[in-house]
């Protein structure tokens, strides 16, 4: 049989690679465990464990014999990265997480506890990330000022969402209107770093979270989220998901868009407004694109004219989340709520649906980057008092 490729989180030379069980698919897994001399049947088990009963180590599996528990314990891991610091915005539905990698590098993923609306069922909602750092520079995102470090391997993608699955089994979530929330229910690819950047790992996490021996979360209740690579908006046109495709713009035009974003350069607005097209019509799906809104900078309801305009050849197959900017260090200030609604108003004039994002856990500094963006300053300070 062909070996498999196994993500290795270790960090020791003189240790053996531990197999990262949570970045296999179960094609992977049965392959693995049949290098092993193990049947089919066993994949089905562990995964079972790992993913339905949510089991936190070998230990606890208890219909697979000791032999297997004790090797699996020699030679993989379902363990994820070490919670450095975990905190709860004020109102009990935001929590956030910044997780510490096996080299050491810090990433940070938050879930989201929203009740019902119109529109939906009450859902426990995670935001990933899928990598450490990120290279796209953009000026209003804490993860964008830090740099890059490193893609994130499928297992460490995965581990963030399996982290909350677990935490809602133990503690689940009970909304207001009484239904009792115990799972995670969406994914948005959201979190630090660009998905597109690291697409295969990126992709694989996403097929083992929707696979029925997996989380079993539907692709349509994934979005992943891009600045704007092109290649990756084909490539996932071309994938056998359903997964929603969201768009970073925060602009109507690329001299206003550079500005706060250097991937433009690469990748103008027209090149990727292509890209949407060919997606929304090979997929059918529609696109949404969001857009950060920043006071006195891209908030003026010529800029919503002139981003109607942009997206009429789009227009039934797009929406615009608008986005009140976060504060971070580039002390982008927040829009007035009259200079919201104008800027919705005038969408809607010109024909494109739009929505406000719901900002949550402000009070815990839940955007992507803020909470590693303090730790290293704070290991900096810690290391000049040394």
């Keep these: 049989m062909t070996s498999i490729q196994i993500p290795d989180n270790s960090t020791s030379s ?10 296999l698919t179960f094609l992977e897994l049965v392959g693995w465990l049949a290098e092993r001399g193990q049947p089919t049947f066993r994949a089905k088990q562990l995964a079972g464990w ?3 009963s949510l089991a936190p180590d070998f230990a606890a599996m208890r219909n697979l014999p000791a032999t297997l528990r004790e090797q699996l314990d020699r030679e993989a891991s379902i363990a994820g990265p070490a919670v450095r610091t975990e905190i709860k915005a004020k109102d009990g ?4 997480l910044l997780l510490e990698l096996a080299d050491g590098r810090l990433i940070e993923t938050v879930l989201m506890l929203y009740p019902a609306s119109g529109e939906s069922r009450a859902r426990a909602t995670v935001c990933v990330s899928t990598q450490a750092g990120c290279a796209y520079g953009c000026t209003f995102c804490a993860t964008g000022q830090m740099g890059f470090d490193r893609h994130l391997t499928a297992g460490e993608i995965v581990a963030q969402v399996l982290h909350f699955a677990r935490e809602l089994r133990t503690q689940p979530w009970v909304a207001p209107d009484g239904e009792t929330i115990d799972r ?4 948005v690819f959201m979190g630090m770093g660009e998905p597109f950047h690291n697409y295969d790992n990126t992709l694989k996490a996403v097929r083992i979270l929707n696979m029925p021996e997996g989380l079993n979360i539907g692709a349509r209740h994934m979005t992943i989220s891009t600045v704007g690579l092109v290649p990756g908006i084909l490539r996932l046109a071309e994938e056998p998901l359903q997964v929603n495709l969201a768009i970073s713009l925060h602009a109507p035009n690329d001299a206003m868009r550079l500005r706060t974003m250097p991937v433009t350069r690469k990748y103008p607005i027209a090149q990727v407004l292509d890209a949407c097209r060919e997606y929304a019509g090979r997929t059918n ?3 949404t694109f969001e857009y950060v ?3 006195g900078v891209n908030d003026a309801p010529e800029h919503a004219r002139e981003l109607a305009a942009l997206l009429v050849p789009l227009r039934q197959l797009c929406h615009v989340n608008l986005i009140p900017v976060n504060k971070t260090a580039a002390n982008y200030a927040v829009p007035t709520g009259e200079a919201i609604r104008a800027f919705r108003e005038t969408l809607r004039a ?3 649906s739009n ?4 900002e949550r856990g402000d009070d815990i500094a839940a955007a992507c980057g803020q909470l590693s963006t303090h730790e290293r300053r704070k290991q900096s300070a810690d290391s000049l008092d040394v």
Aim: hydrophobic letters at 50%; glycine letters at 8%; zero cysteines.
């Design 355 to 358: 929505s406000v994002r719901a």
């Design 184 to 187: 995670v229910s969406n994914l």
């Design 285 to 287: 799906r529609q696109v």
């Design 14 to 23: 003189a240790a053996p690679a531990r197999a990262d069980l949570l970045g």
């Design 350 to 352: 010109g024909g494109v």
């Design 293 to 295: 809104l920043l006071a």
């Design 50 to 52: 790992i993913f339905n």
């Design 93 to 96: 539905r935001t929590r956030k």
